[in-house]
């Protein structure tokens, strides 16, 4: 398959991470289908809410299903899990299931805050870019610096990552250089605050980027963590 999957997880609660998502999904171009899939598993339904689909996913939803349905302002959007509990049973296979209608072009934005789960490995072994969205608060930072520990622990080649920076609340506790110093990784992209006069051309920097990477190849990104050497069985 060579869809171009691009996952969207944010370091720390409340950094822009959805929002992210729902522009990437309208704006990195696409000759296939698109795909937003929540895979948030805190039951909070923020896709389902943005794209008013709660109905729809409802009645198509079977117990341990990813659902699929057709949102009015364009995209497909998969929702993993409509409660907290669905989130701790939801399969690989459930989700492969739910892909597997969809075209070599299709792009797919999974919004993720836990990319490790198992039923999220079919998207992150092959992740074309995870953007890590991070805030320029020490909190945020720290976060960062562990999800980004735990992706190399995974495997997970640096060329792969995009941290991307958000204003969320309008300030920077940090500056870039102190956050890539921290990070030891270079920033893909600033986002000031969406209604700051930047922020159009800063998301269409980070568009471009996602546009021009690699499709990836599978075998790259182990479906393991790569100090977890136990068998499946
Ligand atoms: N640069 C920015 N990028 C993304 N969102 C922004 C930005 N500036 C302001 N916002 C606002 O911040 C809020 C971010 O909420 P959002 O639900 O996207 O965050 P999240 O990281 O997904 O949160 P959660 O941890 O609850 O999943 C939105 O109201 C959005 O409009
Ligand atoms: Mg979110």
Known sequence: ???RIVIV???KGGVGATTIATKLIQRVPSAGERMIVDADFSGKRSLAVWYDLSDDL???RAIGTATVAQSK?????MELARTYEDGLTQTKAGVLRAVAGLSDQALIVVDAPQPFAAS?????SRAAK???VTESSLLGIGVAHAV???MERFGIPSSRIAVVQTEVRGKSDLSRAEIEAALKMPLSAELPNERDRRFESRLDGLVSMLAAAPIADSAMIAEKPMFDLRSEA
């Open 9 to 11: 997880t944010g370091a």
């Open 120 to 124: 999220i490995r079919p998207f992150i």
């Open 148 to 150: 980004l520990a735990a």
């Open 1 to 3: 398959m060579s869809q």
């Open 58 to 60: 409802d009645l198509s």
């Open 73 to 77: 302002a364009g995209p497909l959007v």
């Open 130 to 132: 995870i953007v890590v």
